[in-house]
Structure formats: C-alpha cells, structure tokens
C-alpha cells in the first residue's frame, strides 16, 4: 500500500492506553497531501511519506498539540517484498551557490549517489543524481550545515531495485 510513499514514520502516545484510539483522534488534525497519506494502527498512527520533507509538517502539528506525551518514532524505509526485496531509489535535484559545488558533489558520492548531470548557471550550481533512499535519509540537515542554509534540494521516487 502506498508504494509511491517509501517512507513511514509512526507516532504515538505516551500516556494513551489505547494507540488505535490516539490514532483515529490524531487523525482528525492532518490533512493529506500529494506526498503524505496518515493511516491508524494498533502501533499508532502510520505516517507516509514520499520524502522527509513532507513527513515534517504533519509531526510538526502533532508536537504542537499533544507536546510532550507525544512519541515520535524514527523513520523506516519501507521495501518492497519478494526476492529479491526491492528498495527505493530516489531521484535528487540539488540547487546549490558555485562555490558549495564540491562540497555538494562530495556530500551526494559519499551518500552513494549516483551523478547524472552536472550544470553551472551563472553563480549557480545544479546537479541531479540517483540514490537509495536509506542512504539519503538526512540530507536537508547535511546540505544546510554544508551550505550555510543557501542550498535548495527536491527528491522524488525514480523506481525500486534489488
């Protein structure tokens, strides 16, 4: 289910009984998007992500409301099952100033991405490259420190791979 979201993230209540119920209750504060989906569970509430970015908003929400008692737990790539099992492989632009370009460039190779174009516009560097996701998992953190918080980035589901 949701195979074009690879990401989940489930939350939880600390002092709830009931995660089902939390769920259902949380439920009714987030709205889905294109590139989030929320599902309850016995676990709490699932939430499905096409990137991290999109998983962000709704996690924000639900600190805001529930605060402390609210358990975030960490992310989890989510594969595709068979033989062999099939993980998501991500397609990244990375819009970058000139002088990050290899700073950037180092950061994606080290991240096992695969450089497909490389362009420079003026002052601006612009690189595309392919990558597993569970690789990829904190790269808006990464580019932020590398860059001072100037580079721009977007990740979307290429296909899934042994």
Do not use: K, W
């Amino acid at each position: 289910m949701y195979y074009q979201l690879p990401l989940e993230q489930i939350v939880r209540h600390r002092n709830r009984p009931s995660q089902g119920d939390f769920a259902h209750e949380a439920l009714a504060v987030l709205e889905e998007t294109e590139d989030s989906r929320f599902e309850p569970t016995a676990r709490g509430l699932a939430l499905y992500g096409a990137h991290e970015e999109a998983l962000a908003p709704p996690v924000a929400i639900l600190r805001d409301r529930y605060h402390e008692a609210l358990e975030v737990r960490p992310l989890r790539v989510r594969c595709l099952a068979g033989r062999p099992v099939r993980q998501p492989v991500m397609a990244v632009r990375v819009v970058a100033r000139r002088e990050h370009s290899l700073a950037v460039l180092a950061e994606l190779r080290r991240r096992h991405a695969r450089i497909e174009e490389e362009c420079l516009r003026g002052r601006t560097f612009i690189v595309r490259a392919e990558a597993p996701l569970r690789d990829l998992l904190g790269l808006g953190e990464s580019l932020e420190a590398l860059t001072g918080g100037s580079a721009q980035h977007g990740m979307r589901l290429s296909r899934y791979l042994p």
